[in-house]
């Protein structure tokens, strides 16, 4: 066949014809379990007529390595902070057991204040990089499709921590606009396409670097400012006041201006003063920074992790690093990189982290073959849960090369592993993970994730060095970093 021109009407597709589709239609009547499935759909939706209850009862628990589940469950609400809250979780468990408390969580509103001011700051100088190109350039398309988006990834929150810091929940508190960005967002995309336009106005006149400098830090001082509206005024300090429990290791030996003062009955036998049952020790650091929180208290250190990610593509060989042009979110932080291994590999880091009683970051297509809607089986992720194909009599399998090389699937969300079963021969067999979704979605917050699922629709894991060989190290500090384009597959989002 010959080729033609791209998007011509002359199309190897034949038209659809009339008399085609009275045939189809007769067809389509005749069969029983046609008329069964169009009753079950139209009545009840297709995941209720999909699922199989059968296949969701085979799941059992508990799981041979699961780690303390955590009293609170957190909730990104309508926001698409999964990363934050997924980063945030895992130190989370950190700060839990340091205090021994398990309801205890940071504030999500400070790190989503720093990650759009420092993605303002970023797109700004962007789209200074790209002045020279017409609007229907595809970086320039890109840049203003998604100026300033929610998304983002484990290196984002990476970046923020090292450079801002966090803090307790108590001390920023979630605001109408931090739970729900739909608002703000579009206050800012506007704000920051009419400053694109500035820029590149400016650009075409012949104003230098330096002017070009001034005009976006004027720029992000109004970024800044609706910020503020909408998500309070970020501490610059704060003071930490936590109780701690019988088990904490905390104390002030470590961290200087801290205090630990004991509240409560403190006489003893012989009128010499001691702990009795009933008193409480109260951790108290006043004017705490941010940063000083994270370093000193959670022990934070981003070069400590590496980020694993699992693709079987052709253009994207395994044991090479890999970056994304124009996402990297933060000015003057790390850049954003990917090791790219075999799924067995991946998951043998995660494992490791686990048994050591570490949770791990990591990322899906959390909506595939997903029962969300569902009230009966909420939780459980698999591939034999929702039956779509026998549903509509069609075959919908695919591999994971070619859906991710379509855009069939891609990883969507970020989630936290927290436990493991495994099979007859040492390897995982279903998976354990926290989500950010609050704890009456899914199972009470959970998802249990099955082998096939994880295989098909996973693909990345962020773990400490020290879960992963030598080998690996190496790849990972000496490898050469090849680029990628922001709407590849690795940098591939909803956003």
């Given at each position: 066949?010959?080729?033609?021109?791209?998007?011509?009407?002359?199309?190897?597709?034949?038209?659809?014809?009339?008399?085609?589709?009275?045939?189809?239609?007769?067809?389509?009547?005749?069969?029983?379990?046609?008329?069964?499935?169009?009753?079950?759909?139209?009545?009840?939706?297709?995941?209720?007529?999909?699922r199989?209850?059968?296949?969701?009862?085979?799941?059992?628990?508990?799981?041979?390595?699961?780690?303390?589940?955590?009293?609170?469950?957190?909730?990104?609400k309508?926001?698409?902070?999964?990363?934050?809250?997924?980063?945030?979780?895992?130190?989370?468990?950190?700060?839990?057991?340091?205090?021994?408390?398990?309801?205890?969580?940071?504030?999500?509103?400070?790190?989503?204040?720093?990650?759009?001011?420092?993605?303002?700051?970023?797109?700004?100088?962007?789209?200074?990089?790209?002045?020279?190109?017409?609007?229907?350039?595809?970086?320039?398309?890109h840049?203003?499709?998604?100026?300033?988006?929610?998304?983002?990834?484990?290196?984002?929150?990476?970046?923020?921590?090292?450079?801002?810091?966090?803090?307790?929940?108590?001390?920023?508190?979630?605001?109408?606009?931090?739970?729900?960005?739909?608002?703000?967002?579009?206050?800012?995309?506007?704000l920051?396409?009419?400053?694109?336009?500035?820029?590149?106005?400016?650009?075409?006149?012949?104003?230098?670097?330096?002017?070009?400098?001034?005009?976006?830090?004027?720029?992000?001082?109004?970024?800044?400012r609706?910020?503020?509206?909408?998500?309070?005024?970020?501490?610059?300090?704060?003071?930490?006041?936590?109780?701690?429990?019988?088990?904490?290791?905390?104390?002030?030996?470590?961290?200087?201006?801290?205090?630990?003062?004991?509240?409560?009955?403190?006489?003893?036998?012989?009128?010499h003063?001691?702990e009795?049952?009933?008193?409480?020790?109260?951790?108290?650091?006043?004017?705490?920074?941010?940063?000083?929180f994270?370093?000193?208290?959670?022990?934070?250190?981003?070069?400590?992790?590496?980020?694993?990610?699992?693709?079987?593509?052709?253009?994207?060989?395994?044991?090479?690093?890999?970056?994304?042009?124009?996402?990297?979110?933060?000015?003057?932080?790390?850049?954003?990189?990917?090791?790219?291994?075999?799924?067995?590999?991946l998951?043998?880091?995660?494992?490791?982290?686990?048994?050591?009683?570490?949770?791990?970051?990591?990322?899906?297509?959390?909506?595939?073959?997903?029962?969300?809607?569902?009230?009966?089986?909420?939780?459980?992720?698999?591939?034999?849960?929702?039956?779509?194909?026998?549903?509509?009599?069609?075959?919908?399998?695919?591999?994971?090369?070619?859906?991710?090389?379509?855009?069939?699937?891609?990883?969507?969300?970020?989630?936290?592993?927290?436990?493991?079963?495994?099979?007859?021969n040492?390897?995982?067999?279903?998976?354990?993970?926290?989500?950010?979704?609050g704890?009456?979605?899914?199972?009470?917050?959970?998802?249990?994730?099955?082998?096939?699922?994880?295989?098909?629709?996973?693909?990345?894991?962020?773990?400490?060095?020290?879960?992963?060989?030598?080998?690996?190290?190496?790849?990972?500090?000496?490898?050469?970093?090849?680029?990628?384009?922001?709407?590849?597959?690795?940098?591939?989002?909803?956003?």
């Amino acid at each position: 066949m010959a080729a033609k021109e791209a998007g011509s009407a002359d199309t190897p597709a034949r038209p659809i014809e009339i008399e085609q589709i009275g045939e189809l239609t007769k067809h389509f009547a005749r069969s029983r379990a046609n008329r069964i499935a169009r009753n079950a759909v139209t009545s009840d939706g297709v995941a209720k007529a999909a699922r199989n209850p059968t296949a969701f009862r085979a799941y059992a628990k508990p799981f041979d390595v699961a780690l303390e589940a955590p009293t609170l469950i957190t909730n990104q609400k309508k926001t698409g902070r999964c990363w934050l809250f997924t980063t945030y979780n895992t130190l989370r468990q950190r700060w839990a057991r340091a205090i021994d408390c398990g309801s205890v969580d940071f504030s999500h509103a400070y790190g989503q204040f720093f990650d759009k001011l420092e993605k303002a700051n970023a797109f700004l100088g962007h789209v200074v990089e790209t002045a020279d190109r017409p609007y229907d350039d595809r970086v320039v398309e890109h840049l203003m499709r998604h100026p300033i988006p929610d998304g983002g990834e484990w290196r984002f929150a990476a970046n923020l921590i090292e450079k801002w810091g966090m803090v307790p929940a108590e001390v920023m508190p979630e605001t109408v606009c931090s739970e729900n960005s739909d608002a703000m967002n579009t206050v800012l995309e506007r704000l920051l396409r009419k400053d694109a336009s500035e820029l590149r106005r400016a650009f075409g006149k012949g104003a230098n670097e330096e002017e070009l400098r001034d005009m976006i830090a004027g720029m992000v001082c109004a970024v800044h400012r609706v910020l503020c509206v909408c998500l309070g005024e970020p501490p610059a300090s704060f003071d930490l006041v936590q109780e701690l429990g019988p088990e904490a290791t905390l104390d002030d030996e470590h961290h200087v201006g801290a205090t630990v003062e004991i509240q409560g009955p403190l006489e003893g036998p012989g009128g010499h003063p001691t702990e009795r049952k009933g008193s409480k020790r109260i951790l108290k650091h006043p004017n705490l920074t941010p940063q000083a929180f994270a370093k000193d208290y959670l022990g934070y250190d981003a070069s400590d992790y590496v980020d694993l990610i699992s693709f079987p593509l052709e253009d994207l060989p395994y044991h090479e690093v890999y970056g994304v042009r124009w996402l990297d979110s933060v000015v003057g932080g790390e850049p954003m990189r990917f090791l790219n291994v075999p799924m067995e590999e991946l998951e043998d880091a995660a494992m490791a982290s686990l048994d050591a009683g570490e949770a791990c970051y990591f990322g899906c297509n959390v909506g595939q073959n997903s029962p969300r809607s569902l009230d009966d089986f909420p939780g459980i992720l698999g591939l034999d849960t929702m039956d779509y194909d026998g549903l509509f009599d069609i075959d919908l399998s695919m591999g994971k090369a070619e859906m991710f090389e379509l855009r069939e699937a891609y990883l969507t969300h970020a989630m936290t592993l927290q436990g493991y079963s495994r099979d007859a021969n040492g390897r995982p067999s279903a998976w354990r993970v926290e989500n950010s979704w609050g704890k009456d979605s899914c199972d009470q917050g959970y998802f249990t994730i099955a082998e096939d699922w994880w295989q098909l629709y996973s693909g990345e894991v962020v773990v400490r060095r020290c879960f992963v060989d030598g080998k690996t190290l190496e790849l990972w500090d000496g490898a050469k970093t090849t680029m990628t384009e922001p709407w590849g597959v690795i940098a591939r989002r909803e956003r």
